[in-house]
């Protein structure tokens, strides 16, 4: 149970275009999800709290409208990075909440040219 | 503001020895507390958490983890590691006034050596 998946696992795309990532909860309801930036042989950054039919909470200096995220329902979260340049490449990793627990996703690898 | 210290950034131990990893956290209210395992490349998976009850815990392949109050701390054990254990441990701590929201420490790299 609790499992927690991620859409695309990797990308790669052209600066100046944007990329969609979809979190998804498959056997639970997440009201509550959280989207974390990872950097090579680094702990997890969190980008932003994502609740389910509102706006997402950004941590500080994580640019809202660079990182737009939706969710739209109860299984489904979006994190979209707008007008992507090299800098934003690095893995992205979606949690979903339950029961004062987060379980995560196996993450997704942009590259961005 | 909460905090979560690994001191420990690499451990390598033998297959077969045994494993303590060292977690270490500072938080004002009653804090809930979690132990991660990730492999390269991948999300993170829950080992084992503490809520409240027992202090200590048991999870998944094999590890358990002693929540000590007196030392704000919460280290993971496990009696006999195996070659699949190599990846990289993180902890974390939350709190239900934090509304799900973690802070994690810099993980612990494992190597196992055969």
């Known amino acids: 149970g609790a499992v927690v998946s991620q859409h695309p696992s990797r990308v790669i795309c052209k600066s100046g275009t944007s990329v969609k990532i979809e979190c998804r909860s498959l056997?639970?309801?997440?009201?509550?999800m959280f989207w974390y930036r990872q950097f090579p042989k680094k702990s997890l950054m969190l980008m932003a709290t994502s609740n389910e039919g509102s706006k997402a909470t950004y941590e500080q200096g994580v640019e809202k409208d660079k990182f737009l995220i939706n969710h739209a329902s109860l299984t489904l979260s979006t994190l979209t990075v707008t007008s992507a340049h090299p800098e934003d490449s690095s893995f992205y990793i979606c949690?979903?909440?339950?029961?004062?627990?987060?379980?995560f996703g196996p993450g997704t690898r942009l590259l961005v040219l | 503001a909460q905090s979560v210290t690994q001191p420990d950034i690499h451990i390598t131990v033998s297959e077969g020895a045994s494993l303590e990893l060292r977690c270490n956290y500072s938080?004002?209210?009653?804090?809930?507390l979690f132990w991660y395992v990730q492999s390269p490349g991948q999300g993170l998976q829950l080992l084992l958490k503490?809520?409240?009850?027992?202090?200590l815990v048991q999870g998944i392949k094999g590890f358990e983890a002693e929540f000590k109050r007196s030392q704000s701390s919460f280290n993971l054990r496990k009696p006999s590691v195996h070659w699949s254990d190599a990846a990289e441990y993180f902890c974390?701590?939350?709190?239900?006034?934090?509304?799900?929201?973690?802070?994690f420490g810099q993980g612990t790299i494992l190597t196992v050596h055969p």
């Open positions: 503490y809520f409240s009850g027992d202090t």
């Open positions: 974390a701590v939350g709190a239900l006034t934090s509304y799900g929201k973690l802070t």
């Open positions: 056997d639970f309801q997440a009201t509550t």
């Open positions: 938080y004002g209210a009653t804090p809930y």
């Open positions: 949690s979903a909440g339950l029961q004062e627990t987060q379980y």
